[in-house]
């Protein structure tokens, strides 16, 4: 059996929070840089300009947790989201319902995310529906060979 330990909420909470600030500051210098903030654009409705951010907001998440299962946030943190059953790496289509989950998530108050707090896998409403958990990646726990395949 594999012993793995769940990542908890404050770590989660810190990972959301630096993962929030890189996007702020990629998505200030997008907005800038294509000229939204120039005193007399009108062009550009306010909501096209969301969901341009929001659209690539989620892609940037989902392309993190496919490809390097988690966000700079949760890597800085050592935190790693695999399946919840096999350990495994999700697949796209668990990121996808992982991304609307949080959306489910935070509607009713962040009620979705304070779950964490009080479940025993720590899983978040998101997790539950995605069927993932997040894990702390604990290198000791990882057999040489395997480290010697991923460094190469």
Not at 25 to 39: A, K, M, P, R, V
Not at 44 to 60: E, G, R
Not at 124 to 148: C, F, N, Y
Request: aromatic share 14%; with cysteine; charged share 15%.
């Amino acid at each position: 059996m594999i012993s793995v330990t769940y990542a908890g909420f404050w770590r989660r909470l810190a990972a959301l929070f630096i993962d929030f600030l890189l996007l702020a500051t990629l998505f200030l210098i997008l907005d800038y840089g294509l000229g939204y903030f120039s005193i007399g654009n009108t062009e550009q409705l306010p909501w096209q300009l969301l969901l341009v951010n929001d659209l690539l907001a989620a892609f940037i998440i989902i392309f993190c947790w496919i490809c390097c299962a988690a966000t700079p946030g949760k890597l800085l943190f050592n935190c790693e989201i695999v399946q919840a059953t096999t350990y495994t790496a999700i697949t796209p289509f668990q990121a996808l319902l992982r991304y609307l989950g949080y959306i489910i998530s935070s509607i009713p108050l962040g009620l979705g995310f304070l779950w964490i707090l009080h479940d025993t896998r720590k899983q978040g409403w998101h997790d539950k529906i995605a069927r993932t958990v997040v894990i702390l990646r604990d290198e000791s726990q990882i057999p040489l060979s395997q480290l010697m395949k991923e460094a190469q």
